[in-house]
């Protein structure tokens, strides 16, 4: 069946419900309500800070922000994933790190999510001046399409007399002082002093050895991208740093390489001259192009023209000593590669869907990776944060990934603080990890506020140190007297701090969690799942190799489905659930490809094409009168 064409634009009038929460950010200590939005446009982003789309769509949305600041008022509406995004203080933090210029609601319990009827995150709907419901997305690339309806709406109320010109609700918080603002990742200098990622003031930091001299800086500190010396360049919440081998580094020019998060760029840094360049990304966020979005075999070689290649968030880097630096691409769910030398980026791993599924390196699953290091046989260890897991790349001689396998973690909704056996431990988000020389792996455990230790002998997982604030990244640092210890970066405390090994490893187990979200109640047997999309304004879909949607089911436990997972062609599927298992959780992913155009005409050559894809992990509930359909929405804007 083709997809819905239609406009996202509802045809009825429905009031947008009351905004509830525990409280409000960003007001000045004001409580608002939508009578207080009356006469503004409102946009509710619905998002939780560990989400790599959530933090995507930030930064989709400043721009128009600031373009329709005195008619738009965006209202960011907290809804947690995770328990410690419940914590006032973690999400407080969130707000400063991320640099969010809106109101934003603390919505623990989920209230305004339930009202609005948000499935995923994120989800963003639009209420027009007079309070109504006129829009309601899924995911990210919505920006064009939103600055579209913006400029529709403004000149209907104004119109109307209905529009209120003027400021918005936002106050700003009063600014942080310190060297180091919510640093993200450390790397230890042959000097002896760190070079730190101050993610927060977007630049690099050199600290002695006492982790608090600041050496010299890298970076002018403004938000921004731009290559030069060490005064001028500009990095955007810069994360992983890897340091290359001194002939390497002789022969190619540079001593680090950078994941530049934000601008979504790999940098190169030369530590003798402080010079920043960039190495492989165009700034643009990487999505699959519409013919490789329809198919279950990705390409793994992507070129070496590394400067027009898309990237999409990079979070951690590593060397592997077969030559090429491994690289944690958080925004497609990825493992990549670059080779410094011939420049060449590849796809190492995953197959870009996001969970957790282990098998040969191109057919796995990952979810948000986020730290990286690399044991002595050549092994990737991986943080991947929305799995709260441990996972393990094995590689041959060349480098080459081969296998994938989990070591703690069960899946995307699956997280806790628990020790003990390795298949009932559980984490929560972690980002950071590091190998230890007797073989185990320490986790930088990040919202449990700990770090963990993983023995791959006794395939039991302990806890080394608790009680931190979020930490992003843990490093063996046996640059101190006497026996090595771990280098933390706490980041929520803006601070590096060391702690000994512990001879004794600490036993906790505060039990295993998951996400809590209401569940739908369905009736076994035949369920209709559909899946709404419009092309936006100025696109067409790109059907010049046939359907140009697809969509891709799966169960937990995979025993509910008994006919209709898989991946297939088209926005629509009929499942089979299975009446004996009571409960579980649907993962559907959808994916859509529209490129320029006007519907209806040929595709321009070189026209820019986008991939619209949203990911949704509904917990069911196996009911008599439950529904036997479900809809969902993919919407592009017109």
């Known amino acids: 069946m083709s997809p819905d064409t239609s406009s996202v634009r509802t045809a009825y009038k429905v009031r947008g419900s009351e905004l509830v929460g525990r409280n409000w950010l960003n007001t000045g200590g004001r409580q608002l309500d939508l009578e207080a939005l009356r006469g ?141 603002r919510f640093p993200g990742k450390v790397m230890p200098l042959p000097n002896g002093n760190f070079l730190v990622g101050d993610s927060g003031h977007h630049r690099l930091v050199e600290l002695g050895p006492d982790l608090s001299s600041v050496v010299r800086t890298i970076g002018s500190g403004v938000r921004g991208y731009a290559d030069g010396d ?76 590394a400067l027009n290649i898309s990237l999409s968030s990079p979070w951690d880097v590593v060397y592997h000593p077969a030559g090429k ?25 995953g197959t870009g869907l996001e969970g957790l599924a282990d098998g040969a390196a191109h057919e796995s699953w990952f979810a948000q ?27 041959d001689e060349r480098g080459q990934a081969l296998q994938v396998s989990t070591a703690i973690g069960t899946g995307l909704f699956d997280f806790g603080f628990r020790d003990g056996p390795a298949e009932q431990a559980r984490l929560q988000h972690p980002l950071g990890v590091a190998n230890l020389p007797d073989g185990s792996v320490a986790v930088a455990d990040s919202y449990n506020g700990a770090v963990r230790r993983y023995d791959p002998v006794t395939q039991t997982v302990s806890t080394l140190a608790k009680g931190l604030k979020e930490p992003a990244d843990v490093l063996l640092d046996d640059s101190v007297d006497g026996d090595p210890v771990l280098l933390i970066v706490e980041t929520n405390a803006h601070q590096l701090v060391r702690i000994p090994v512990p001879a004794e490893a600490l036993s906790v187990d505060k039990g295993a969690s998951q996400t809590q979200r209401p569940r739908t109640k369905v009736r076994s047997g035949q369920h209709r ?10 696109q067409k879909l790109d059907d010049r190799w046939g359907d140009p949607t697809q969509l891709k089911i799966s169960a937990s436990p995979e025993e509910l489905l008994l006919e209709g997972a898989g991946t297939s062609v088209g926005l629509e599927r009929t499942l089979s659930l299975n009446p004996d298992v009571p409960e579980g959780v649907l993962h559907i992913t959808a994916r859509a490809a529209a490129c320029d155009g006007e519907p209806g005409g040929e595709i321009p050559d070189h026209a820019a094409c986008h991939l619209y894809q949203q990911d949704w992990g509904i917990p069911v509930l196996l009911d008599a009168e439950g529904d036997q359909q479900l809809e969902l929405d993919l919407r592009g804007v017109n």
Not at 141 to 165: F, M, N, P, Y
């Open 40 to 180: 503004k446009i409102v946009l509710l982003d619905f998002w939780t800070f560990c989400c790599i789309n959530c933090l995507h769509v930030l930064d989709e949305l400043r721009p128009l922000e600031e373009e329709y600041r005195d008619v738009l008022v965006t209202v960011g509406v907290h809804s947690p994933k995770f328990e410690h995004e419940a914590d006032p203080d973690a999400l407080a933090a969130a707000v400063e790190r991320y640099e969010i210029e809106h109101p934003v609601l603390d919505d623990p319990e989920l209230q305004t999510w339930q009202a609005y009827a948000a499935r995923a995150w994120p989800t963003l709907v639009v209420l027009d001046p007079e309070g109504y419901i006129v829009a309601h997305l899924s995911g990210e690339g919505h920006a064009a399409g939103l600055r579209s309806l913006v400029a529709e709406l403004v000149a209907e109320h104004e119109a109307k007399g209905t529009l209120h010109r003027g400021d918005g609700p936002y106050v700003a918080p009063p600014a942080r002082e310190g060297d180091l």
């Open 230 to 305: 060490a005064d001028s360049a500009q990095f955007n919440e810069l994360q992983g740093l890897s340091l290359l081998p001194a002939e390497l580094a002789e022969e190619v020019g540079y001593d680090v390489v950078v994941a530049d998060t934000v601008n979504h760029r790999l940098r190169s840094v030369n530590l003798g001259t402080g010079k920043v360049g960039t190495l492989a990304g165009n700034g643009v966020q990487r999505l699959l192009d519409a013919e490789t979005a329809r198919s279950t075999e990705q390409p793994t070689e992507l070129g070496t023209d």
């Open 325 to 349: 630096v491994i690289v944690a691409m958080a925004g497609t769910h990825q493992i990549f590669s670059f080779d410094p030398r011939t420049s060449a980026v590849s796809v190492f791993a």
């Open 369 to 395: 990776s986020s730290g990286l290091s690399i044991d002595a046989q050549g092994t990737v260890w991986v943080a991947d944060s929305e799995t709260s897991a441990l996972r393990s790349i094995t590689t």
């Open 529 to 538: 799942i559909t899946v709404r999309f419009a092309a936006p304004s100025g």
